[in-house]
């Protein structure tokens, strides 16, 4: 019994104090049944922290006492009593209390308890209830399901007040089961998570060439995947190797693929040291990850779709490739009204020179003019092409490609997390990083020389075009800048915009006169020039209003680096697509377009030096690398096997070495391994 002058404190008041949280078993106390309540202790810093405590009722007697027993987490079990209310007492580190409430007891309701511990092949669901109903046919329902899967249901009489179901493991997948009660009504009463371990995981198991490796010495692994009945499997992996003791904050039961994916993803909160429930050398594994559904479980299906067999909606499709959707639309961006055929041609250079690589590729839009390429592979950045067709024409055919829509970056200051650590490992990392800190200072002191004030002095840059052999035109037009519209050529566009150009006629039978140029008073032709090569009037003709992009005049003494041809004077024009910097991807015929799409990241290759060749001069200095090799890329082959090399440091420390990765369809596994440097 609770001692009146004995000093608590409201959980308002506890800030530095832990936070706990109270969840019966299923959802409800229930009034007259044996339940179980599970709880969660968090501290200040996120994470779960250890706590003790009793229950009291509403008389102030002591019920049942309590202790967390993993990450702040327990359970205890009694039977609550109708009218009574109940409140836990968590013991604080200054011997005092804070209370916490416990949830209300219902007088009439249902109680579901799970037990996926004591058979190994089935899932014994326990249910009892106090419910009535006028209907003597009314039942509760049992309804198991696994990512929105139904699995198994059961139907429990109401006149049975106490049911057994026996579900068998071996019809769910593997992963988070959701156990849900339903009255007579379909309403959801009670709900309980449970985890389905098949141990259905890819094996890896990491081999090094020898126990024991020298400093500097070539390490040899070999890498086996298979499955739980020892038969290989071809998986993708990644690898990566560190220094023990230079990383002692590296957490063993940190986040990993099979962590991630059969376990995080499916629950609210963070998951804290999710491969500890992965790992087979914790006994306890399987009763601490049920202890850990029991508190940090989330309903994420509205029931009524689910029984009415309504499956979610898809948001976002599975994606096996890259993707490329757009639309084709008129000008005023009208639906072009019908189906429109289109090429793709996707072009890059190839890795190993300049020799580029094309995919071709055919479809039709729909009706409404969308389209879309599905399942592409490409590394780096690629140019698509793609044109068009609709009938004999497709000047009226306008083509888009839809944004990617990347995650918006938000500054998000991280809270305050104290990381705990051994005082004697924290003093030996900070001494050898001390001691490798003071060789590398010392390195560059022989090797680096502190300049003096240096003053840097430049001219303005200036950018040249080769295209032309003059410094200043007379005059310039610049095309990008006027609306060409409807102008056949490019004398149309210059002739009422640059003072004393004079053009008499039309077409090929247009005559142009410069005034001002030194034709010795008759009327010679200027000299024609696209993008540096002298032409004649037809050639300059020729040349689409569209790709021109600025045309300059030259007069007198401007012109006459182009000698006694240019008497005359001259007319420079310069195209787009002469120009050093065009690109394709701004200019496209009416009815095509150009674009370039960046693809998934090229494999980068983690530098490692190379001891079994001879350095560089000045290259050989100590080798204190804390990660010492990384690689996202080991496939296995149909063996199941794989080898990886990499060069230890200068360090006589344990190397740690973890792989992770999955097969074809999703299958995570992950090895790990510690090899000895003496």
């Known amino acids: 019994v609770l001692q009146p002058n004995e000093p608590t404190a409201s959980v308002a008041s506890s800030i530095s104090k832990a936070d706990v949280q109270f969840m019966p078993e299923g959802g409800h106390l229930v009034a007259g049944f044996d339940g179980r309540v599970a709880f969660k202790a968090v501290g200040a810093n996120g994470c779960g922290q250890t706590v003790e405590g009793f229950v009291l009722n509403s008389q102030k007697d002591t019920v049942i006492g309590f202790a967390s027993t993993h990450l702040g987490m327990g359970t205890f079990g009694f039977k609550p009593e109708a009218g009574q209310t109940y409140t836990a007492f968590v013991k604080q580190t200054n011997g005092g209390f804070t209370t916490y409430p416990l949830p209300a007891v219902l007088p009439q309701g249902a109680v579901l308890q799970a037990d996926n511990l004591s058979n190994k092949d089935n899932l ?230 300049t020799t580029p690589r094309r995919l071709f590729l055919m479809g039709d839009t729909d009706e409404q003019g969308n389209f879309g390429a599905f399942d592409l592979d490409f590394t780096d950045t690629t140019t698509v092409l793609i044109q068009g067709t609709k009938g004999r024409a497709n000047r009226d055919l306008v083509i888009s490609l839809d944004q990617l829509l990347t995650p918006r970056v938000t500054l998000v200051q991280p809270p305050y997390n104290p990381v705990e650590f051994n005082a004697d490992e924290y003093a030996e990392f900070i001494r050898r990083t001390d001691e490798y800190m003071a060789i590398e200072r010392q390195i560059r002191n022989n090797r680096e020389v502190l300049l003096k004030a240096v003053t840097v002095k430049a001219k303005k840059y200036v950018e040249t075009d080769s295209r032309k052999i003059y410094s200043n035109p007379d005059a310039t037009v610049k095309f990008d800048q006027l609306n060409t519209s409807g102008r056949q050529n490019i004398l149309e566009v210059i002739q009422s915009r640059i003072a004393g150009v004079q053009v008499t006629g039309s077409g090929f039978s247009a005559k142009v006169q410069i005034r001002g140029a030194a034709n010795f008073g008759g009327a010679i032709e200027p000299l024609f020039v696209i993008d540096g090569m002298p032409t004649d009037l037809q050639g300059a003709l020729s040349i689409s209003v569209q790709d021109v992009d600025l045309v300059d005049v030259l007069k007198g003494a401007s012109a006459a680096i182009y000698g006694s041809r240019a008497a005359g004077g001259v007319i420079s024009i310069l195209t787009k697509r002469g120009s050093p910097n065009y690109e394709a991807t701004k200019e496209a015929a009416p009815g095509t377009l150009v674009a370039k799409l960046p693809g998934y990241l090229p494999v980068k290759e983690f530098y490692a030096p190379r001891y079994d060749q001879k350095l560089p001069d000045g290259a050989d200095k100590p080798d204190y690398r804390t990660t010492l090799f990384w690689t996202p890329a080991i496939q296995t082959g149909a063996d199941g096997k794989a080898t990886v090399s990499f060069f230890t440091s200068d360090a006589r420390n344990p190397v740690r070495i973890q792989v992770e990765g999955a097969n074809i369809i999703g299958m995570p596994g992950v090895g790990k391994q510690t090899v000895r440097v003496e």
Request: charged share 25%; glycine share 6%.
């Open 124 to 353: 014994k669901v326990y249910v009892q209830h106090n419910r009535t109903s006028a209907d003597p046919n009314a039942t509760l329902t049992l309804l198991a399901q696994t990512r929105g899967q139904v699995i198994q249901a059961a139907k429990i009489p109401l006149s049975r007040k106490t049911g057994v179901v026996q579900l068998p493991k071996k019809q769910f997948p593997e992963g988070i089961a959701q156990l849900t009660l339903f009255d007579e009504t379909n309403q959801p009463v009670c709900e309980r998570l449970v985890f389905i371990d098949h141990n259905d995981r890819i094996n890896v198991r990491i081999e090094p060439s020898k126990a024991t490796y020298h400093p500097r010495q070539k390490v040899e692994l070999t890498i086996t995947t298979t499955d739980a009945d020892g038969k290989p499997l071809i998986a993708n992996l990644s690898l990566a190797a560190v220094d023990d003791r230079l990383s002692p904050n590296l957490d063993s039961n940190r986040a990993t693929i099979t962590s991630h994916l059969l376990l995080s993803s499916d629950l609210t909160g963070t998951v804290e040291q999710p491969a500890y429930y992965f790992d087979p050398l914790n006994t306890d594994r399987a009763a601490k990850l049920d202890l850990l559904l029991m508190t940090q479980g989330w309903r994420r299906f509205v029931w009524s779709d689910v029984l009415a067999g309504t499956p979610p909606p898809i948001r976002f499709p599975v994606e096996r490739g890259l993707s490329l959707t757009g639309q084709v639309r008129k000008p005023n961006q009208k639906d072009i009204g019908g189906v429109v055929k289109l090429n793709f041609i996707l072009t890059k250079k190839d890795t190993t020179g």
